[in-house]
């Protein structure tokens, strides 16, 4: 079974820094894509950005890109997403998930494991 555990999340001020990490467990990776998305309340799921585990082709959203960086470690089967730069409106709860077909995309149902989120609030 697949499971998902982030970490990391918190306060920061308005042009700081935070990294957020998943710990991913239950089987091999090598085929998947892995994604990051963030919800607000009332709003559906977005997609922030993704790596593909095998050779770490990474995708963003345009609305992070240049900011946020995403990346993994095999060895200790874990994903990081550096966010930099934050604004007030990066504010949410963010998720990781598994994309077991290993495509790039930011569409949610490719992504079949989720995890139970992490808080990032950003303060103007």
């Known amino acids: 079974q697949v499971q998902l555990v982030e970490s990391g999340g918190g306060l920061v001020q308005a042009g700081g820094s935070l990294s957020v990490s998943c710990v991913a467990s239950?089987?091999?990776?090598?085929?998947?894509?892995m994604g990051w998305f963030r919800q607000t309340p009332g709003k559906e799921r977005e997609f922030v950005s993704a790596?593909?585990?095998?050779?770490?082709?990474?995708y963003y959203a345009d609305s992070v890109k240049g900011r946020f960086f995403i990346s993994r470690d095999s060895a200790k089967n874990t994903m990081y997403l550096q966010m930099n730069s934050l604004k007030p409106e990066d504010t949410a709860v963010y998720y990781c998930?598994?994309?077991?077909?290993?495509?790039?995309?930011?569409?949610?149902?490719?992504?079949?494991?989720w995890g139970q989120g992490t808080q990032v609030t950003v303060s103007s």
């Open positions: 998930a598994a994309n077991p077909t290993g495509s790039m995309v930011a569409l949610t149902n490719f992504y079949t494991r």
């Open positions: 239950g089987r091999t990776f090598s085929s998947y894509a």
């Open positions: 790596i593909r585990w095998s050779g770490g082709v990474t």
